[in-house]
């Protein structure tokens, strides 16, 4: 299968301050990269579907002035979460799909944010 | 009605035995069907997928897709403990739905 790659795996910051996570596809383009978060014991939630060259789409209830997104490339994507608080801290995931049926999607090994 | 619906489980067989993993959708224009691995605090792991009504067999997994009945199934043949996880089911249309996942449990 294809290989996703995210940076950081594992992030602890302090509460206001900002925090980056990268996604990269390391073997094919990818148009569409999705970022999703999943807290212990639940289903993956999908935040924002990012488009190369264009603004991502939100998902409702998703603060977009908070988790900025930003798809500079056909192999990179960024969520950077902005003045982050406790309660954001959780599992960040993000994944790319291929543009070729059968459109699969590759998940990236995760990014783990405590935030204190 | 969700887009995709699979049972939560848990979901236990014994070592050896074939587990059985179900999943429908809503969604008739459909076109491909995925599942998805998941282990506890890891991400997802692309295990299979399939488009074409029938079977597709890859090792010890068998994907099974019925359009007409728009069901989609997941046999895990000789399940062994590293079977233990959550098993997701997602389906592309014009976007992509995920289910809530199966946990399974392969008991030695």
């Known amino acids: 299968g294809a290989v996703v790659s995210q940076h950081p795996s594992r992030v602890i910051c302090k509460s206001g301050t900002s925090v980056k996570i990268e996604c990269r596809s390391l073997?094919?383009?990818?148009?569409?990269m999705f970022w999703y978060r999943q807290f212990p014991k639940k289903s993956l939630m999908l935040m924002a579907t990012?488009?190369?060259?264009?603004?991502?789409?939100?998902e409702q209830g998703v603060e977009k002035d908070k988790f900025l997104i930003n798809h500079a490339s056909l192999t990179l994507s960024t969520l950077t979460v902005t003045s982050a608080h406790p309660e954001d801290s959780s599992f960040y995931i993000c994944?790319?799909?291929?543009?070729?049926?059968?459109?699969?999607?590759?998940f990236g090994p995760g990014t783990r944010l405590t935030v204190t | 009605q969700k887009e995709v619906e699979q049972n939560s489980g848990p979901l236990s067989v014994p070592e050896g035995a074939i587990a059985s993993l179900n999943c429908t959708y809503s969604?008739?224009?459909?076109?491909?069907f995925f599942w998805y691995r998941q282990y506890s605090g890891k991400s997802p792991e692309l295990i299979m997928f399939?488009?074409?009504?029938g079977d597709k067999e890859d090792g010890r997994f068998t994907a099974q897709l019925n359009k007409a009945s728009q069901y989609v199934s997941l046999l895990i043949r000789d399940s062994q403990p590293s079977d233990s996880a959550t098993y997701l089911c997602?389906?592309?249309?014009?976007?992509?739905?995920f289910g809530t996942g199966t946990s399974l449990t392969v008991i030695p």
């Open positions: 969604d008739r224009g459909s076109q491909s």
């Open positions: 073997d094919f383009q990818a148009t569409t």
């Open positions: 997602a389906v592309f249309g014009n976007q992509f739905y």
């Open positions: 990012s488009n190369e060259g264009s603004k991502a789409t939100y």
């Open positions: 399939i488009y074409s009504n």
């Open positions: 994944s790319a799909k291929r543009e070729a049926f059968p459109y699969e999607q590759y």
